[in-house]
């Protein structure tokens, strides 16, 4: 089992920046992925950016250039730093962690960015 964590969401007004974090706990060695997705009210859940074990991110054309995903091996922890923040960037965000066994999903975190 594999346990995700995420915190760092907030309010934020447009052009500001947020710092969410995703801590990961329990099989650490089968995750082959940590992703970043959202959701905002009536949309459905989308792809931010990920990051996999051998460190090769990936990002959505809506927020490359203004967020970056990294991660730090000793703490277990990957981040999503967002800059740039629009009003569009308003959503829940999730963590997934993608297994050998199956994907993991975190309680997810609100954002929210006033214009």
């Known amino acids: 089992q594999v346990q995700l964590v995420e915190s760092g969401g907030g309010v934020v007004q447009a052009g500001g920046s947020l710092r969410l974090s995703c801590a990961v706990s329990g099989s650490i060695r089968s995750i082959k992925a940590i992703g970043w997705y959202r959701q905002a009210p009536g949309n459905q859940r989308e792809l931010v950016a990920t990051?996999?074990?051998?460190?090769?991110?990936n990002y959505a054309d809506s927020v490359k250039g203004r967020f970056t995903i990294s991660r730090d091996n000793v703490n277990y922890t990957v981040y999503l730093q967002m800059n740039r923040l629009k009003p569009e960037d308003t959503a829940v965000y999730y963590c997934?962690?993608?297994?050998?066994?199956?994907?993991?999903w975190g309680q997810g975190t609100q954002v929210t960015v006033s214009s």
């Open positions: 990051i996999t074990s051998g460190g090769t991110t």
């Open positions: 997934k962690g993608e297994g050998l066994w199956g994907d993991y």
